[in-house]
């Protein structure tokens, strides 16, 4: 059994321990949080047997081979730092890190170190955008001309929805393109197998003050009798649009928003190809839509009998048999524990799961983002 500690207990730890007790093969042996008496409590709650209120506790761990970073953003660089140095296999949230600079030096120690090393981009995992991805590689979309789509949520409508992410200290310079558009970028260059290299980005903060609980209340809370509210001012993005260049010549654009009523989780993307089409929703994520100039279009299932044969694994289940989120995020840990086992990173080629240097990289292509939308020009993705 693989060993592994797990830091941070908020929304993300519990799915990552629920995926890696689907494989089968990985034990969560150790939790930490920002306290024992936290830890504790949390590790009684997800039956994990040891916890510790600092990383470096968890490091010492006896036997630990794995550990999994589920922190707050402004953690992330530091903690992986030490889970390199201590060196073992790290898989982290996204974003790898705070700033450019900071992904730079990550992918080097990690390098160095020899380890295995993940980030978890999780929507390249699902099914069908594994079969999108298949089908431009076998030649089946022709020569790519353009890709759209967008992320949109409405989790940041209310004028009273706060989140320690709003604060640049903690989630970073920029919001709702590094939280959902990183998202959208990496799924669209592991789809097209091109990566952006020029942007040209229009942000915008629909509130400019946000009103906070100051008694530290629940983030989705739009009562406000009884809540003392305290005016936050907002300086990351709530949407924005993006213009995009890949690397073949191919052009694009998407849009992220945060505030979009009655979009829960709606990451789509469409690529348009010589050949044919293909769309991809994630709130419909068994469908894949294939469109066609002189016959009728297609909907393609998440049957693993209907699937290109080098990507039919990515489905569990027989076609028809629901598969969603939590199974991307499964194929996304069975992909990375696979290369655990082996102990080292797959080839370039050969791999699926997103390694440092996909965090770094699309650490790169938002900075150029929020240039852009700073100096009102196009940028070039400096990597």
């Given amino acids: 059994m693989i060993q592994v500690?797990?830091?941070?207990?908020g929304f993300i730890g519990p799915a990552h321990i629920e995926a890696l007790r689907r494989l089968g093969n990985v034990q969560v042996v150790a939790l930490c949080d920002s306290s024992l008496a936290v830890a504790q409590a949390r590790a009684s709650v997800l039956q994990v047997p040891h916890a510790y209120?600092?990383?470096?506790?968890?490091?010492?761990?006896?036997?630990?081979?794995?550990?999994?970073n589920c922190t707050?953003?402004?953690?992330?660089?530091?903690?992986?730092?030490?889970?390199?140095?201590?060196?073992?296999?790290?898989?982290?949230?996204k974003p790898l890190c705070m700033t450019p600079e900071e992904a730079h030096?990550?992918?080097?120690?990690?390098?160095?170190?020899?380890?295995?090393?993940?980030?978890?981009f999780v929507y390249r995992q699902f099914a069908m955008v594994q079969q999108a991805a298949s089908m431009v590689?076998?030649?089946s979309v022709g020569r790519l001309f353009a890709v759209q789509g967008s992320y949109l949520q409405d989790w940041m409508l209310l004028e009273t929805d706060y989140n320690w992410r709003v604060d640049a200290a903690l989630g970073g310079g920029s919001r709702a393109v590094a939280d959902i558009g990183s998202h959208w970028c990496d799924t669209v260059q592991f789809v097209t197998g091109k990566r952006i290299v020029e942007v040209m980005a229009d942000l915008a903060i629909v509130w400019p003050t946000r009103k906070a609980d100051a008694a530290g209340g629940a983030t989705f809370n739009s009562q406000t009798v009884g809540r003392q509210l305290e005016d936050k001012p907002v300086t990351t993005e709530d949407r924005g649009s993006v213009l995009v260049r890949f690397d073949d010549g191919s052009k694009g654009c998407f849009s992220?928003?945060?505030?979009?009523?009655?979009?829960?989780?709606?990451?789509?993307?469409?690529i348009s190809g010589s050949q044919c089409a293909l769309s991809w929703d994630q709130e419909t994520p068994q469908q894949l839509w294939v469109g066609h100039r002189q016959q009728a279009n297609?909907?393609?299932?998440?049957?693993?009998?209907?699937?290109?044969?080098?990507?039919?694994?990515?489905?569990?289940?027989?076609?028809?048999?629901i598969e969603g989120w939590p199974d991307a995020f499964k194929n996304m840990m069975l992909?990375?524990?696979?290369?655990?086992?082996t102990g080292q990173m797959p080839a370039p080629q050969a791999r699926r799961f997103a390694s440092f240097k996909d965090g770094a990289d699309v650490m790169y292509v938002i900075d150029a983002i929020i240039k852009s939308h700073q100096q009102q020009r196009w940028v070039s993705v400096q990597r």
């Fill in 137 to 139: 590689r076998n030649g």
């Fill in 105 to 120: 030096e990550l992918v080097t120690l990690a390098e160095q170190a020899g380890v295995v090393h993940g980030v978890s």
């Fill in 335 to 341: 992909q990375f524990y696979q290369a655990v086992q």
């Fill in 5 to 9: 500690g797990i830091i941070g207990s």
């Fill in 298 to 321: 297609q909907i393609l299932t998440d049957d693993p009998g209907l699937m290109n044969a080098d990507v039919a694994a990515s489905a569990h289940f027989p076609g028809g048999h």
């Fill in 256 to 270: 992220v928003s945060q505030v979009s009523a009655g979009r829960k989780n709606h990451l789509s993307f469409e």
């Fill in 72 to 93: 707050p953003n402004h953690l992330h660089a530091d903690i992986n730092r030490q889970i390199l140095r201590a060196g073992l296999h790290v898989f982290s949230e």
């Fill in 53 to 68: 209120g600092s990383v470096e506790a968890l490091l010492a761990h006896p036997g630990l081979q794995v550990v999994h």
